[in-house]
């Protein structure tokens, strides 16, 4: 059964970027669709974007082309790049595996431990 | 597109059968997914494509609908089942959640 273990930087000041890393263990990275989602209180769910099998990306259009997700399958991780953060970009960010066939819209199966983000200068 | 949950909250007690909506705002045929969150706790998939019980989900947790509108069924709810549950359509891009119902 598939684990993901994510982690990265937990305090950002405004205008840095934030880097998260989610490694993939149980089965190969390639092949699959991953997610990264976050998650306020005030906001709750929000979908950031997806990579897809063959390498493409998909973003929420939210955020104004500051995101980046890119997979490095030697490592089997996944990894989450958003630039010029601000306040608004705190909270809880989780990496996902998206179940994705052709017979059942997709969903997210797996869902990582979560890594609570802060901005503040 | 957005979802629209309700109710927000909702009490209860275990035994009862309890129902939670969700509507679209436009079709989203039955791409449509609930998750189940504890506190500190990631979400969890439940529900798939409207009505599939995902592997694992005791089966007095259903769900139906297609369109725009779909219901998520409790019954009878038992004391693991107090958590908060939230919809979600993959019809288009950007994926959208509703914005939760807790259930206590």
């Known amino acids: 059964q598939v684990q993901l273990q994510q982690w990265g930087a937990g305090l950002l000041k405004p205008s840095e970027t934030l880097s998260l890393t989610c490694a993939v263990h149980g089965e190969s990275l390639s092949g699959q669709q991953w997610s990264w989602i976050r998650q306020t209180p005030a906001k709750g769910l929000e979908w950031i974007g997806e990579?897809?099998?063959?390498?493409?990306?998909y973003y929420n259009p939210s955020l104004s082309g500051r995101v980046t997700i890119s997979v490095d399958t030697s490592k089997n991780q996944l990894s989450l790049n958003l630039n010029s953060v601000t306040a608004a970009d705190s909270a809880m960010y989780y990496c996902?595996?998206?179940?994705?066939?052709?017979?059942?819209?997709?969903?997210?199966?797996?869902w990582g431990q979560g890594t609570l983000v802060s901005v503040s200068s | 597109i957005q979802l629209t949950q309700s109710p927000s909250s909702l009490s209860a007690s275990v035994g009862d059968r309890v129902t939670i909506t969700c509507r679209a705002s436009q079709s989203v045929s039955d791409s449509l997914n609930w998750y189940q969150q504890k506190p500190g706790q990631a979400p969890k998939v439940v529900i798939y494509a409207a009505s599939t019980v995902q592997r694992g989900v005791p089966s007095r947790i259903s769900g139906s609908g297609s369109g725009t509108d779909f219901t998520l069924t409790i019954n009878p709810l038992q004391p693991e089942d107090f958590a908060t549950y939230f919809c979600q359509q993959s019809y288009s891009i950007p994926s959208t959640f509703g914005q939760g119902t807790r259930l206590e």
């Open positions: 990579i897809n099998p063959s390498g493409s990306t």
């Open positions: 996902v595996k998206v179940s994705s066939t052709t017979w059942s819209p997709e969903y997210f199966h797996t």
